[in-house]
């Protein structure tokens, strides 16, 4: 048995030794929004952003098995679309403004995936954890007062009360060529909440990203 293993392990490590690792560039879009136990749920709309970074893909057992990591920058958010409604009481009866906010909110993230990759032929599967770190925020408002628009400038750049970290995982699949060119559809999903448990950022306390991600890879080392 002891001598099976070593013969065992030793096949293995011939395997790796000869399998040439790969370099390469990606990067496609991303289609986001929030999930978890949001406030008025309806408010949130999908958004277009976009993902861009490098991998590197190591054989484990050549043309099957492989672990992939990545250095992502992501752009992840939504849209958003409040009506809040101000009344005041006259002596002829109730009158008031009506304002509507509508925005953008961009979430700018560098994400570290770790993959296990499936190849089968041309198709292959992946998935693992991801941990993200938030660079920057953009959130771009609208203002309308009954229906015109009175301030399209309101833009807030701060991170306080959102988490500078965000543990999730990723899972997805795809097609390679013989080349390596490669197009690849996956989800990728937080553990953690948006914010932190400050009274700022109240409205996201059970908010996670949650977002499919489409992207091409082209391979520079193989």
């Given at each position: 048995m002891k001598k099976l293993f070593i013969l065992a392990a030793a096949v293995v490590a011939s395997y790796t030794a000869?399998?040439?690792?790969?370099?390469?560039l990606?990067?496609?879009?991303?289609?986001?929004?929030?999930?978890?136990?949001?406030?008025?749920?309806?408010?949130?709309?999908n958004k277009i952003g976009f993902n861009a970074g490098?991998?590197?893909?190591?054989?484990?057992?050549?043309?099957?098995?492989s672990i992939q990591p990545e250095v992502l920058y992501s752009n992840k958010g939504y849209k958003y679309d409040d009506k809040v409604?101000?009344?005041i009481q006259t002596p002829i009866?109730?009158?008031g403004d009506e304002y509507r906010y509508e925005g953008t909110a961009n979430f700018n993230y560098i994400d570290v995936p770790v993959l296990a990759k499936i190849q089968a032929g041309g198709l292959f599967f992946e998935a693992g954890p991801q941990v993200s770190y938030l660079v920057g925020v953009n959130d771009k408002t609208k203002t309308y007062r009954n229906g015109?628009?009175?301030?399209?400038n309101?833009?807030?750049?701060?991170?306080?009360?959102?988490?500078?970290?965000?543990?999730?995982?990723a899972a997805g699949i795809g097609y390679a060529t013989k080349g390596g060119i490669s197009l690849g559809l996956r989800y990728n999903g937080a553990f953690?909440?948006?914010?932190?448990d400050s009274p700022a950022r109240g409205d996201f306390k059970d908010a996670r990203h949650s977002l499919f991600q489409l992207s091409l890879g082209f391979p520079i080392s193989r």
């Open positions: 000869q399998a040439q690792s790969t370099f390469g990606k990067g496609g879009l991303n289609y986001s929004n929030l999930s978890g136990d949001l406030k008025e749920e309806s408010r949130f709309n490098i991998y590197f893909n190591a054989p484990i057992v050549p043309g099957f098995f409604t101000n009344t009866g109730t009158a015109e628009l009175v301030d399209r309101i833009s807030e750049k701060s991170k306080e009360g959102y988490s500078d970290f965000e543990v999730g995982y953690t909440d948006l914010a932190e």
